[in-house]
């Protein structure tokens, strides 16, 4: 069996600061409880969004149009349960860019990769505070408001929309109908959709910030650090913004759709992106995960957010490069909500349908 990097005792290259303050941490195991998720047109917890375009953002940093492009993947709300730990949240975050506090001894990082169907969604969770990377298309709405709600969560410290595709930002209107957030990251500032025009009403007068890379910002004794893309582009996924999530000595990656330009970029630049978790680009889609940039970031986790779809996601051959570089792959349409919680040293993946085990 593959042993992660924390238990071979092998620092991931380019750790940040945070790590030099890191304390002993006290590994906790938490059992998965069960979640019962909302499906499409399910009783007692649809909630219904209005999309309006009369709502202005004010933008914080550079402005940044996207192109609308062809072919964004249908929308779909996978039916079944999701088991989420219920946890609650401590005090609310300033969303400050200032990154490296200190990992308290009794603090766990939990992320949670949710099943949204065709689409990604994933809620973090670290010190009392939270973030929301995406939150997968229009249909999962009601599944969205309705984790926040089981989970305590009426403050998203921070919410990053990795780029405009509705089967990434659709849910997140079902975010912001139930919490209210305290930065927004985007790719973009404006995009020509009925679904980013609905994700601007509800953040009111929260602006968007499109971050630049090597931006980062703590979440608890966790660091998030934007590493892609690394150069401009109007094409929305090799737009899509990366993030690197460092909770001690573990490290998660999280792509959006970004596709092999991107990808490639990234690696001919030298980003941080050596990983214990990857979050799967595109689905699995052949357009994205090529084996350099699978080599670099070197996961033993790699989790494929995908429902039903027509497009073949994931195909066999990103699955098959992905357990050659020696990873366990993790997809949501088999497993259900993946839960991954670290303790900074070691990570313990759940999920709603099995435990899972390396």
Not at 309 to 320: C, I, K, L, R, S
């Amino acid at each position: 069996m593959r042993q992660s990097r924390a238990s071979r005792g092998i620092d991931p290259a380019g750790i940040f600061s945070t790590l030099a303050r890191i304390v002993c941490a006290v590994a906790l195991c938490v059992g998965a409880l069960t979640l019962a998720g909302c499906t499409d047109g399910g009783a007692g917890c649809s909630v219904a969004f209005e999309a309006s375009s009369s709502s202005a953002t004010e933008a914080v940093g550079t402005s940044v149009p996207a192109e609308k492009l062809a072919g964004v993947p249908a929308e779909r709300q996978a039916g079944g349960q999701d088991g989420l730990p219920a946890t609650g949240n401590g005090p609310d975050a300033t969303g400050s860019l200032d990154a490296g506090q200190p990992m308290a001894a009794d603090e766990t990082l939990l992320v949670r990769f949710l099943d949204v169907g065709q689409g990604d969604a994933a809620l973090i969770t670290c010190g009392g505070q939270s973030l929301l990377i995406d939150g997968g298309p229009s249909s999962a709405s009601s599944m969205v408001y309705s984790v926040l709600d089981r989970l305590g969560v009426t403050h998203l410290d921070y919410i990053v929309a990795t780029h405009p595709d509705a089967d990434h930002c659709g849910g997140i209107a079902g975010a912001l109908n139930y919490a209210d957030c305290g930065r927004f990251y985007c790719s973009v500032t404006e995009h020509d959709t009925k679904t980013f025009k609905s994700i601007v009403k509800y953040l009111g007068a929260t602006p968007i910030t499109v971050p630049a890379c090597g931006d980062a910002f703590a979440l608890g004794g966790a660091e998030v650090r934007f590493v892609g893309p690394v150069s401009p582009t109007r094409d929305t996924n090799n737009g899509s913004l990366v993030c690197l999530l460092t909770y001690g000595d573990t490290r998660f990656l999280f792509t959006g759709d970004a596709e092999v330009e991107s990808e490639q970029a990234m690696v001919s630049m030298g980003a941080e992106l050596d990983a214990d978790v990857l979050k799967v680009g595109h689905h699995g889609s052949d357009s994205s995960s090529c084996a350099a940039f699978i080599e670099a970031v070197s996961p033993d986790y790699a989790v494929i957010s995908v429902g039903k779809n027509g497009y073949g996601h994931p195909v066999p051959e990103v699955v098959q490069r992905l357990q050659r570089s020696g990873a366990t792959t993790l997809r949501t349409d088999e497993l259900g909500t993946i839960t991954i919680e670290s303790d900074g040293t070691s990570l313990q993946v759940t999920s709603t349908k099995d435990l899972i085990t390396r």
